[in-house]
Each structure stands twice: as structure tokens, then as C-alpha cells.
């Protein structure tokens, strides 16, 4: 028997995703069957399943604690901001189209099949599914046709557990607020509640505790700490994504990073920061890119030409070029190696309005859109170093160009990338460039610092096992598993 319960929070950034990958762990450790899932995500951080197809990290995190590959049926609906109104909508892994927020309203009653059929599909092979929810439920104004909280939790009859970050501040009243205007029929879903991010003596909340069970008549399931070791997982989108990197340390290599509006799959920078000796400085828009760093790193985007135009608005393009011609290095992930080209072309709008930009000029290559994309895992070996890689491709568009004659890296038995002539620039496809520990110690040896030749990954499995401790001790893990339901299998759950 498959039972099912769901996570909900009182706001965005509450600490869903990593409460769920933690339990994920946890429940797996009992030797049960977990499995995640997510029935809509919106995250420019996305991840390849090993089904094929695209899904958020925060899924793909919460299949690695659970020790199971991940699926696209664990992230059915996946939406991809490419501009202040509209995103890519990517459904079962693959791209369905785009759309503006009111058309997606429309469109969502009919993705419901498609999450229903997901939730189905996990539940066949789990004993326990573990179900995020997006955003918050209390957004009433978007409860009509909602696929991503209580509207799946009523139609697929998953008991929901509310989450409340108390680190911001307000959490008896976001509680007690989300309980008073939610419908009899929502508020009937809710078994409990969780405290998440405290900081200090949990003894000094217990009459904040009795206060919210007081309001709403739902028991708490627990007061979970401050999770340090949850900087160390890769994170579901961009909120907070300014506070991202380590505290500035004497000595260190110094990378800048260019805060891009639609910045994709930025994790791609973690190995660094988990470095001692390397300081990531994300760069906000309006500031200028800081004239000591020793390296500057171009992130992947959702929105190539429109993120290379705000380089000239944020004075970016000039101080990237000059840091590279005082012999600076630059690195270019995705997007941000389109843009070290000469010019990115996107003749069909498949972005954006249909148009180009001119790049950056610090590699002899350009880059055309065109609507295939590129979704792939990828074993690789690094050209220079010698050393394996491995990662994966979640692009649009074709790069040529003489510089590509010197490729980064070779995926699959063929080229990928460019470094420029004097090898102090260089762009690939390939993220995840250094997840491997042979090619990040190989590679900051030219920035003169050692650095462990640990595989990111084996960081994140620790990160996981270290936050699943803590869960053991202050959650009530047993009450949890006993909250779930059996999942349903009617005809309407289809």
C-alpha cells in the first residue's frame, strides 16, 4: 500500500525542497520505497532526468537522497521564466509551448491530467511519495484551477503538512493567517504543521506552539533548526540568490559572477564556493564587477539575447572585456558562452522578440537559435587537463566558430566549446563543469590554491545524510508516516 503526504509552506523560500530531500533520507534509511514529487515547479534551475527530459534540481536532490534515479514523472510541469510575463512550459520533460500568466491560468485545468498521471505513475513503484507544493496555499486568488497545492491535495486526497519559516519572522501569524482563509475543504487537508530555520533555545517556543494549535487546532510535527548544511544543496531557483557564495576570506581566489536576470542553473557554481580558498562574489545588477577578481564566470540563462543587452546597460560588457584584456580569465556556462561570441542570433524569437546582440568578442565563434533543444546527461573528458567530466546539456541554439578548433571539453566522442588563443577564455555547453574534483583541482592550480579533488556530488550525499540526522532528532518522523494516506487509485486519478 502507497501512501502519500504533501508539504506546504506559509510563503515561498519557507525551506520545502530541503525539508523533503532530508525526509526523503530519512524514510529511505527505514527502508522504505521514497519517492518524490513536485506536481509544478517554476525554476530556471533545472536538472536531465535519466528518463530524458528536463525536471527542477530540487526533484532531481530529492531522488538522489531517496538512492533512486530521477524521473520526469517526478516534476511533471516545469515552468522556465524567459521574461517578467512568460515562461517556457516544459511538461513531462519536454517543451509544451510558452506562455503568459494568463494563458497559463487557462491552460492549467489541462496539465491536471498530466500531474495526476505522474502521481500514479511514482506511487506504482513507492511505499511512501513525498509531495512538494509551490508556493503557498494561502495565494487564494490563484486557487482556481491550482494543480500546484491544495488543488492537487483535493483531488488526489494527499494529506498536507504546513511549513513555517519562523527565521523571517511572523510565523504564529502566517500559521494562523493561512488556517482563517483557507476553504473548509482545504483547511480539512492540513494533518499539521512544522516550525523550519530556528535559530536557538526550541524551549523558548513552546508557548508560540501551543499559540498556532491554539488558532488553528492542528499539532505540530516539530521545530527544526537552522540547517547549515543546507548551503551546501544545490537550490531550486534565485530567490536569495544575491546571499549566494562563501564569506570573503584573506587570500582567496576572487570569482566574480554577473547577477543576470534570467540566470539559469547558477548551482553550476557551488563546487567553487564549497572551496576555502575561493571567494564567489555574485554581482547585483547596478554594481560594477569587482576590478581585483582574479576570474570572472558568465552563467547559463534563460534568455541569452535579452541577458547580454543588460550587460550593456549594467556596464558589465565593458568591465568583463577589460578584465580579460589585462589578462584576466573568464568562464562561460550555457548561455554565458553564447554571449563570449562575436553575436547571438535568434532570428524565430524562440527567446524573445525575434532579433540578435552583439557579444562580447572574446571568443572567435556565434551562436544561432534554433527551436531543438538539447536535453542530455553527458560523460565527458576535459581537453587541457586530461581529466574525466561529467554533467549535462540544456540548451537551444548552435555555436561555430575558428575557436572551437580548441575545444573544452570532449562529450560523447565529440567537441564541445571554445578557448580563445592565449587559453585565458573559454565557454562551454557542458554544466556541472566542475562538479569533478580532478578538474577543479586542476584547474585552480593556475590560480596558484589546492583544492580537494572531491567530487560535488559526494558533498551533497554528505550534506543530505548530515540534514537527515537532524530531521531523526527534532521531527516526528513516526507521527509523519502515520499523517500519510493510502493513495488513491479511482478512475478519477487519471
Not at 532530508?22 to 534509511?29: E, I, K, W
Not at 514523472?73 to 510575463?85: A, G, R, Y
Not at 500514479?120 to 486568488?141: H, K, W, Y
Amino acid at each position: 500500500m502507497t501512501r502519500a503526504l504533501m508539504f506546504q509552506g506559509t510563503g515561498s523560500d519557507v525551506g520545502k525542497s530541503v525539508l523533503v530531500a532530508g525526509l526523503c533520507r530519512l524514510y529511505a534509511r527505514r527502508g522504505l520505497a521514497v519517492r518524490p514529487f513536485k506536481p509544478q515547479n517554476m525554476s530556471n534551475n533545472a536538472a536531465v532526468a535519466d528518463d530524458g527530459g528536463e525536471i527542477g534540481r530540487a526533484q532531481w536532490l530529492q531522488a538522489l537522497a531517496c538512492g533512486v534515479p530521477p524521473s520526469v514523472h517526478m516534476n511533471p510541469v516545469l515552468l522556465k521564466p524567459q521574461s517578467d510575463t512568460g515562461s517556457q512550459i516544459v511538461v513531462h520533460g519536454k517543451v509544451a509551448g510558452t506562455a503568459r500568466g494568463a494563458d497559463y491560468k487557462r491552460k492549467k485545468p489541462q496539465l491536471l491530467d498530466a500531474v495526476l498521471h505522474s502521481f500514479r505513475t511514482i506511487a506504482a513503484e513507492a511505499d511512501l511519495v513525498l509531495v512538494e507544493g509551490a508556493g503557498s496555499p494561502a495565494e487564494i486568488n490563484l486557487r482556481a484551477g491550482d494543480i500546484a497545492n491544495m488543488g492537487f491535495a483535493t483531488r488526489a486526497g494527499v494529506p498536507v503538512v504546513l511549513i513555517g519559516d519562523i527565521d523571517r519572522g511572523g510565523v504564529i501569524a502566517s500559521l494562523a493567517g493561512t488556517h482563517a482563509i483557507l476553504s473548509p475543504e482545504d483547511r480539512a487537508m492540513v494533518v499539521g504543521y512544522l516550525i523550519n530555520k530556528f535559530r536557538g533555545d526550541v524551549s523558548l517556543f513552546d508557548d508560540g506552539l501551543a499559540a498556532i494549535t491554539d488558532f488553528t487546532g492542528w499539532p505540530s510535527f516539530g521545530v527544526v533548526p537552522w540547517l547549515a548544511d543546507a548551503r551546501r544543496l544545490p537550490a531550486e531557483d534565485s530567490v536569495g540568490v544575491e546571499m549566494f557564495g562563501g564569506a570573503n576570506r584573506s587570500g582567496a581566489v576572487k570569482v566574480a559572477v554577473p547577477l543576470l536576470g534570467r540566470i539559469a542553473n547558477f548551482d553550476d557554481l557551488d563546487p567553487l564556493a564549497a572551496e576555502e580558498g575561493v571567494n564567489v562574489v555574485m554581482v547585483p545588477p547596478g554594481d560594477p564587477i569587482p576590478g581585483d577578481a582574479h576570474l570572472i564566470v558568465i552563467p547559463g540563462s534563460k534568455s541569452t539575447v535579452s541577458d547580454l543587452k543588460a550587460l550593456d546597460r549594467n556596464g558589465w560588457r565593458r568591465q568583463i572585456v577589460d578584465h580579460a584584456r589585462r589578462g584576466g580569465h573568464v568562464v562561460g556556462l550555457c548561455g554565458g558562452y553564447q554571449m563570449l561570441g562575436r553575436v547571438v542570433r535568434d532570428p524565430k524569437g524562440i527567446e524573445g522578440a525575434p532579433g540578435e546582440a552583439e557579444g562580447l568578442g572574446l571568443l572567435d565563434i556565434e551562436t544561432v537559435m534554433h527551436p531543438a533543444k538539447t536535453v542530455r546527461n553527458a560523460s565527458a573528458r576535459s581537453v587541457v587537463h586530461d581529466v574525466p567530466l561529467t554533467g549535462y546539456e540544456i540548451h537551444l541554439g548552435e555555436t561555430i566558430g575558428p575557436d572551437c578548433a580548441r575545444p573544452v571539453a570532449i562529450i560523447d566522442g565529440r567537441p564541445d566549446g571554445a578557448i580563445s588563443a592565449d587559453g585565458r577564455v573559454m565557454g562551454t555547453y557542458l554544466h556541472g563543469l566542475f562538479d569533478a574534483g580532478g578538474f577543479r583541482r586542476a584547474f585552480l592550480a593556475g590560480f596558484g590554491i589546492g583544492a580537494e579533488a572531491v567530487d560535488h556530488r559526494a558533498r551533497i550525499e554528505a550534506a543530505v545524510d548530515a540534514i537527515a540526522d537532524e530531521l531523526e532528532t527534532v521531527v516526528a518522523a513516526d507521527a509523519l508516516l502515520e499523517a500519510a494516506r493510502p493513495v488513491r487509485c479511482r478512475s478519477d486519478l487519471r
